[in-house]
């Protein structure tokens, strides 16, 4: 399985950018999939999820500025950012998994599946 993920870039502050998390390998309809992103001199910070049910649950720090949605025939997850701000620059990474339980969504290390990520800079 792999996973891309592309669509990063500068963007001045209140930019809107729309990342693209491509799966191949194999089909994903039944999987979990979500956002991670990594700021210089910070840990991996969860941003967003879809889980098995297409429930989608949302970083507070993201929540009402970005939108995730995923496209189950093109084996593709989107991740739509509004109002971006500079503390939204960041390494961004898109991640899956087939096993992974509710309780740890939010956890980088329960993924077994991780793509490259893409840089978005927003300045201010």
């Known amino acids: 399985v792999q996973l891309q993920a592309s669509g990063g870039g500068l963007v001045q502050a209140g930019g809107s950018l729309r990342l693209s998390c491509s799966v191949s390998?194999?089909?994903?309809?039944?999987?979990?999939m979500a956002w991670f992103r990594q700021a210089p001199g910070k840990e991996r910070e969860f941003v967003s999820v879809?889980?098995?049910?297409?429930?989608?649950y949302y970083a507070d720090s993201v929540k009402g500025r970005f939108t995730t949605s995923r496209d189950k025939a093109k084996n593709t997850m989107y991740l739509q950012m509004n109002s971006l701000k500079p503390e939204d620059s960041a390494v961004y990474s898109c991640?899956?998994?087939?096993?992974?339980?509710?309780?740890?969504?939010?956890?980088?290390?329960?993924?077994?599946?991780w793509g490259q990520g893409t840089l978005v800079t927003v300045s201010s």
């Open positions: 991640a899956a998994s087939t096993s992974i339980i509710l309780s740890q969504i939010r956890e980088g290390g329960s993924y077994n599946y």
């Open positions: 390998g194999r089909t994903f309809s039944n999987g979990v």
């Open positions: 879809v889980w098995r049910s297409g429930a989608i």
